[in-house]
């Protein structure tokens, strides 16, 4: 009879910075940057950084594509670190509006090379977020769920079919036109080849820049 594999739990702090607009003003060229910081085992430890610069050309006023690159630093407590490149292409969309906010999706595919392995993994990541304005103030509800899907197995342990889901909520507050700030919580499940399956429990803190 199949049994059900074990979980480990985690509780991390994970922190992002993001910008994006126009090369120029009203120029259908994008710039795309953003960079991470995630701590784990309670916070004690910097497990991952990733820095991601892109481009993008705006098709319309409220859909985009993006074409990038991201380097990916993971630490482990004993053992080299995993260092891997990325290249990466997706869409964002409006989808719907609903309860009162709107909906929108980012679809993203990516090209992964790790140091030290032959192949190349294919990845597909399908998020979908949800914000609604608080009222006429300047805060805002956000809630999102992002699924991975593996698209072939690799050298590097990655099995194709579900890798991951990241569903979050919480809040969002945009002190001056063009910044904002998000703070959420972020339940991550993690389907582990070499293991238990991971779930973390994450606080997370954002900032973004748009122009």
Do not use: C
Request: hydrophobic share 40%; charged share 20%.
């Amino acid at each position: 009879m199949f049994a059900p594999k074990a979980i480990a739990f985690d509780d991390q702090v994970w922190f992002a910075l993001s910008a994006n607009g126009p090369m120029t003003e009203d120029s259908r060229l994008l710039l795309w940057f953003d960079g991470h910081a995630r701590y784990r085992d309670g916070v004690s430890d910097l497990g991952l950084t990733i820095i991601r610069p892109g481009l993008g050309w705006r098709l319309t006023d409220t859909t985009k594509v993006w074409a990038g690159y991201a380097r990916v630093v993971g630490r482990r407590n004993n053992g080299p670190n995993v260092e891997e490149d990325r290249a990466w292409e997706q869409l964002t969309y409006p989808v719907v509006g609903l309860f009162g906010g709107s909906v929108t999706g980012r679809t993203r595919l990516e090209q992964r090379y790790i140091d030290g392995a032959d192949d190349t993994g294919h990845r597909l990541r399908q998020s979908v977020r949800w914000t609604r304005p608080i009222g006429a103030s300047d805060w805002s509800w956000v809630a999102a769920n992002e699924v991975f899907i593996n698209l072939n197995n690799t050298d590097f342990g990655a099995d194709a079919g579900y890798a991951q889901n990241r569903a979050y909520a919480g809040l969002g507050w945009k002190p001056v036109p063009g910044l904002g700030f998000q703070f959420t919580y972020l339940n991550n499940h993690i389907d582990n080849p070499f293991g238990d399956n991971v779930k973390n429990n994450n606080f997370t803190v954002s900032m973004s820049l748009r122009w």
